[in-house]
Every structure is written in structure tokens, then in C-alpha cells.
Nanobody, 119 residues
Framework: QVQLVESGGGLVQAGGSLRLSCAAS????????MGWFRQAPGKEREFVAV????????YYRDSVKGRFTISRDNAKNTVYLQMNSLKAEDTAVYYC????????????WGQGTQVTVSS
């Protein structure tokens, strides 16, 4: 069984920073890409950022560009999301997910970690 476990969420004031981690464990699998998603209260889940395994290429949601950075540590089977200059609208449950094939849905999901940004 593949497990993705997020950590690092919490309460932070607007303008502050948080670093989320997603550790993978269990059955070994080939990850094409690792992504971060979030879901705010009363809203649908939305894409935040992704990093491709083969070359480390990244892509971000427009609203977080310049503020968030996705990175990875392959030796630790961990992906990170550094969030700076946080805004109230960043408040959401953040999920990490693994994509095992190009152009496919994300196959594995973590349980989520709460990020609350107070103004």
C-alpha cells in the first residue's frame, strides 16, 4: 500500500511562511510527477503546483507564482511546498498527490494538512 503523509500545516498570520512536507512510504512505485492541491471551505479542490520527476520541471497555479516553491528530495521520498507571503485566501486543506503516468489522473493522495492564514 502506498501512503502519502503531509505535515507542516498550521496557523500563520498573513505575510508569514510555512513549509509543507509530503513523505511517501509503502509499496515502491514510479512517480511521473508529484503535485500539491488544496481545498478551501465550500470550494472544489484546486491545483497548486507540480514537479516532474524526470527533470524537476515545475508549474504553478497563477495565484501562487512567485510565492510558493515546490521541490523534492528523492533520497527521502519527500516533496515540499514552501509557501511565502501567505494570504488569507491561501487558507485550505493541502493535499499532496502522485501521478504515475503522463496525462493520467493522480493515483495516490495524502490525507491533507490544514493551513490557516489569519489576517
Amino acid at each position: 500500500q502506498v501512503q502519502l503523509v503531509e505535515s507542516g500545516g498550521g496557523l500563520v498570520q498573513a505575510g508569514g511562511s510555512l513549509r509543507l512536507s509530503c513523505a511517501a512510504s509503502g509499496r515502491t512505485f514510479s512517480s511521473y510527477a508529484m503535485g500539491w492541491f488544496r481545498q478551501a471551505p465550500g470550494k472544489e479542490r484546486e491545483f497548486v503546483a507540480v514537479i516532474r520527476q524526470i527533470d524537476g520541471n515545475t508549474y504553478y497555479r497563477d495565484s501562487v507564482k512567485g510565492r510558493f516553491t515546490i521541490s523534492r528530495d528523492n533520497a527521502k521520498n519527500t516533496v515540499y511546498l514552501q509557501m511565502n507571503s501567505l494570504k488569507a485566501e491561501d487558507t485550505a486543506v493541502y493535499y499532496c498527490a502522485a501521478q504515475t503516468k503522463a496525462y493520467s489522473d493522480y493515483d495516490y493522495w495524502g490525507q491533507g494538512t490544514q493551513v490557516t492564514v489569519s489576517s
